[in-house]
């Protein structure tokens, strides 16, 4: 089941795979092999980033121990998440059911956390914007408060060719981000140093239930040509 | 040449376009089908956001005027971008050819962008945190503070699969962010409504190039498992 580069082999379509890879909150116990995770982590790593710099880091917390630690902070601030979600409401174009359902996979989620046999925590080192004097004053201003905004340009298009790999190797996970919350609370227990950031809290495992597709607004309502108010 | 939706049809799997997806910096003026950007943009809204708010706006600009527009602005801003990355330095794992071949790629970026047939901007409307008074104060002060490293979690993810579908249609693309410097002028030209924000510029058009491979750093230097300091 390997290619001729010694990796694991898959044949799944782009297509298929960005089609039904829908988030996977319910996941099995089961161990995933290494093999499997470092397919997914050099997927993960094929993604562009800022200037090539890879500033990133994955963390694979496996020790249950560490699971169970990490799973009690996100457990804890998920509680205040699920606050604000109803006290914003269901959204216009989910029905009632949709809207139940997503809440209870919320809650299955930090419920359960601790029992994925992994958790992927995608990190960024976020380097002081260090500025050289010829660049004038308000630029560099400008410079520095954009970088908090676009810093994921770096580590999200790396979650989501993990998402994707995981999806054809046959693995469940879920892009969260609600522990960043407790973020200082998360890096002591990784251990991790002042310059790294948190990103993502990815729980892996075989999944429960089937993979299929998302539910989305149309595409015209979406997508705009030239100027803002021309449909596309 | 199209599916049983009426889709482009593609049969390219999923590692080999993740493998070959380099950046793109060279593109050929010839106009991109509709059918084409329909498809990338489709891909693109398959991927995961927070709480499926589908708080994203694709700004697909054909244009001439428009694209000379935000050509203009982005030559500008990059040649600060360019004394910020030449001040830095070549990165270690960086050779003088390697690190040459990027600048002049930059270069030629900003001095094209106006030339690529389709200028994509992918925004995001970003709502007001608004919090319940049930959710203690500094709660809410650690998520208004979290809230702009991870709001890329919403848009970077359609981002990526955007990247992977032109790979797979043939299509040549690259993630820059640098026009966020001038984010209020980006935001004019495309009389976007202040709740917007941009989040990429992604000249698309038929590479004058070959797609290819990345070089990366080796997985064992940028994974480790349980806390930090143990190797994966």
Chains 1, 2 share one sequence.
């Not at 880091?57 to 604000?84: C, H, K, N, T």
């Not at 520095?144 to 994921?152: I, L, Q």
């Not at 919350?181 to 002591?188: D, L, M, S």
């Amino acid at each position: 089941m390997t290619d001729q580069y010694g990796k694991l082999k898959n044949d799944m379509t782009l297509f298929e795979v960005m089609y039904t890879a829908r988030a996977m909150r319910w996941l099995k116990p089961d161990p995933v092999p290494d093999a499997m995770i470092e397919r997914i982590l050099e997927a993960g790593i094929q993604a562009p980033n800022a200037g090539n710099r890879q500033n990133w880091l994955f963390m694979v917390v496996r020790d249950a121990g560490q699971r169970s630690r990490l799973g009690e902070i996100y457990r804890r601030v998920s509680l205040w998440v699920l606050q604000r979600y109803q006290h914003a409401g269901r959204p216009a174009d989910q029905s009632a059911e949709e809207y139940q359902r997503m809440m209870q996979g919320g809650m299955h989620l930090y419920e359960h956390m601790r029992d994925a046999p992994v958790l992927l925590i995608p990190c960024l080192r976020i380097t002081a914007c260090e500025l050289p004097d010829e660049i004038p004053v308000e630029i560099q201003k400008a410079m520095r408060d954009a970088a908090p905004w676009t810093a994921g340009a770096s580590i999200y298009p790396a979650v989501q060719n993990i998402i994707l790999a995981c999806r054809a190797l046959g693995l469940g996970t879920v892009l969260t981000t609600n522990h960043t919350i407790a973020e200082q609370e998360i890096k002591q227990v990784l251990n991790l140093p002042p310059e790294y950031r948190t990103f993502a809290l990815m729980p892996i495992g075989f999944p429960e239930r089937n993979f299929g597709p998302v539910k989305r607004r149309a595409l015209s309502e979406v997508a705009m040509l030239d100027r803002y108010g021309t449909s596309f």
